[in-house]
């Protein structure tokens, strides 16, 4: 699948970073961002915590 500007072939980055934490979920927010700097993706998800 091709979001944003991305081209098939090209290197792209992913850096993550949370955004808030709790007892049961956190929420983390992810920027995609290919070769020349350009962003071609966010991504904000909740994963479950599981103790």
Known sequence: MV???AVPGRL????SR???AGRAVIVVE??????????VA???Q??????
């Not at 992810?30 to 962003?39: F, I, P, R």
């Not at 909740?46 to 103790?51: D, L």
């Open 3 to 5: 979001c944003g500007d």
């Open 18 to 20: 949370p955004l808030g």
């Open 30 to 39: 992810t920027d995609v961002v290919d070769d020349s700097g350009s962003q």
């Open 12 to 15: 792209v980055e992913a850096v």
């Open 42 to 44: 966010r991504v904000v």
């Open 46 to 51: 909740a994963q479950a915590v599981v103790r």
